[in-house]
């Protein structure tokens, strides 16, 4: 586990975008239950959650079509959440940071970690935006 003192500014960079923290399991099934699209974000403290993942989660929100919710779990913090959330995301190994795109409770868009480490943001970005205009 980490500190919370070090993780609260990377917690911070998509709360403050509209993301809402889930720490339970039940926090997480209630999210990925919800009607219309959901947005997983599996946060990290690894440098490319701060450099590609986390940009790429803003930049992909000034599209025009974007999913109706945005949670977040953080891998390393909030265990069961992080467990459950990826409990949803199989076939996909767990990876952190990654993203997958819900919509009515199925899983209709994944990242891994390795379509995220060494990509720019803006790439990383426009895959979510081209399965925001699919999904969304």
Same mark, same amino acid.
């Given at each position: 586990?980490?500190?919370?003192?070090? /993780?609260?500014?990377?917690?911070?960079?998509?709360?403050?975008?509209?993301?809402?923290?889930?720490?339970?399991?039940?926090?997480?099934?209630?999210?990925?239950?919800?009607?219309?699209?959901?947005?997983?974000?599996?946060?990290?403290? @690894?440098? @490319?959650?701060?450099?590609?993942?986390?940009?790429?989660?803003?930049?992909?929100?000034?599209?025009?079509?974007?999913?109706?919710?945005?949670?977040? /779990?953080?891998?390393?913090?909030?265990?069961?959440?992080?467990?459950?959330?990826?409990?949803?995301?199989?076939?996909?190994?767990?990876?952190?940071?990654?993203?997958?795109?819900?919509?009515?409770?199925?899983?209709?868009?994944?990242?891994?970690?390795?379509?995220?480490?060494?990509?720019?943001?803006?790439?990383?970005?426009?895959?979510?935006?081209?399965?925001?205009?699919?999904? @969304?």
């Amino acid at each position: 586990m980490y500190p919370p003192e070090l /993780v609260k500014p990377m917690r911070e960079d998509l709360t403050s975008i509209g993301f809402k923290e889930l720490h339970t399991e039940a926090e997480v099934d209630e999210a990925i239950a919800q009607k219309g699209t959901t947005l997983v974000v599996v946060n990290s403290v @690894c440098g @490319c959650a701060a450099a590609n993942a986390r940009p790429a989660a803003r930049i992909s929100l000034q599209n025009s079509k974007t999913p109706d919710h945005l949670v977040t /779990v953080f891998a390393g913090v909030d265990r069961e959440a992080t467990e459950k959330a990826r409990d949803y995301m199989v076939p996909f190994p767990p990876s952190s940071p990654s993203m997958a795109l819900f919509r009515d409770g199925e899983l209709v868009h994944m990242l891994e970690r390795h379509h995220i480490e060494g990509r720019p943001a803006e790439m990383i970005a426009e895959n979510l935006t081209e399965a925001y205009n699919e999904f @969304c």
